[in-house]
C-alpha cells in the first residue's frame, strides 16, 4: 500500500525532529503541515526528511489536515496516516495500521489509547468517554476513543468527501462522515506517551463545538435524505 505519514504541527520544536526520522526509519515518507509555528517547528521537519506544506498564520489542526489531504490525494498516494507531532503517538505502532487497513480492507482505521488511561489527564479521559459514547451512539458503530488522531484514512474515501472543521472538532465530523457513507471504521490499539504536554482540552469551549458541529452534521444528513454525506452517489 502506498501511505504517507501526515503531521500538523504548531510549536512542537522539540519532538518534530525525532518523530520525522523516527517515521522515516520505519520507511514512510512524511508530510508536515506547519501551522504558523513562530519555534521553527516547519525548518526542523525539513532538515530531518519532510516534505514541509506552510501556514504562515495558525490556522487550526483541521485547516492543516484538510491541506496535507488534498496534497496526497494530488500525489497519488493510496492512504494517509496521521499523527500529532508533540511526540504522544509512538510511530512503533504504524504496522497495527497498516495490517488492520489490509486484513480488514478499512477505510478509517482509529488508534485506541482507551487500553491503558492510568497516565491519561483526567480531564482528558472524562471527555473522551462522554465524546467516544455519544459518537458511537450517532455513528451506529463502536469508537472507543473517537478523539485519537493516530488514523489512518484511505484516499479513495477522502476525495469523496468534504471535511470543513478548522480546529480538533475535525476527528469528530471525520468519523460522523465515515459512518454515514458507509466506510468501514476500525480501531487497533496503540501506546500514547504522556511527558506532562499541555493539554490542548478545554471543556468548556470544546463542549460548545462539539455540539455545534453535531447540530451542523445532523442538518447536512436530513439535507442529503441520510445517503452518508457523501455527493458521489
Known amino acids: 500500500m502506498n501511505v504517507c505519514v501526515l503531521v500538523p504541527a504548531f510549536n512542537v520544536a522539540s519532538a518534530i525532529a525525532p518523530l520525522v526520522r523516527a517515521v522515516r526509519s520505519a520507511g514512510l515518507p512524511v508530510c508536515v503541515v506547519d501551522d504558523g509555528s513562530s519555534d521553527g517547528s516547519g525548518a526542523l521537519a525539513a532538515e530531518a526528511g519532510a516534505h514541509v506544506i506552510t501556514h504562515v498564520l495558525n490556522q487550526g489542526k483541521g485547516r492543516s489536515l484538510i491541506d496535507g489531504f488534498r496534497y496526497l490525494i494530488d500525489q497519488g498516494y493510496e492512504a494517509v496516516i496521521t499523527l500529532d507531532g508533540d511526540g504522544q503517538h509512538d510511530p512503533a505502532d504504524l504496522p497495527r495500521f497498516l495490517q488492520a487497513a489490509e486484513l480488514g480492507r478499512a477505510d478509517l482505521v482509529v488508534g485506541n489509547r482507551m487500553g491503558e488511561t492510568a497516565r491519561m489527564p483526567l480531564v482528558r479521559r472524562l471527555t473522551n468517554r462522554l465524546m467516544s459514547a455519544l459518537l ?3 455513528c451506529g458503530v463502536r469508537i ?3 478523539q485519537c488522531g493516530y488514523r489512518l484514512i484511505r484516499c479513495r474515501w477522502l476525495h469523496r468527501i468534504e471535511l470543513s472543521s478548522s480546529g480538533y472538532d475535525m476527528e469528530s465530523e471525520m468519523l460522523m462522515r465515515a459512518a454515514w457513507s458507509r466506510a468501514a ?5 496503540i501506546r500514547t506517551i504522556y511527558q506532562h504536554q499541555t493539554s490542548h482540552i478545554r471543556p468548556v469551549r470544546d463542549t460548545i463545538r462539539f455540539v455545534r458541529l453535531l447540530v451542523r452534521m445532523q442538518r ?11 455527493r458521489s452517489g
Open 220 to 230: 447536512l444528513r436530513r439535507q442529503l435524505h441520510g445517503d452518508g454525506l457523501d
Open 185 to 189: 471504521i476500525t480501531s487497533v490499539p
Open 144 to 146: 472507543p476513543d473517537s
Open 136 to 138: 458511537s451512539n450517532l
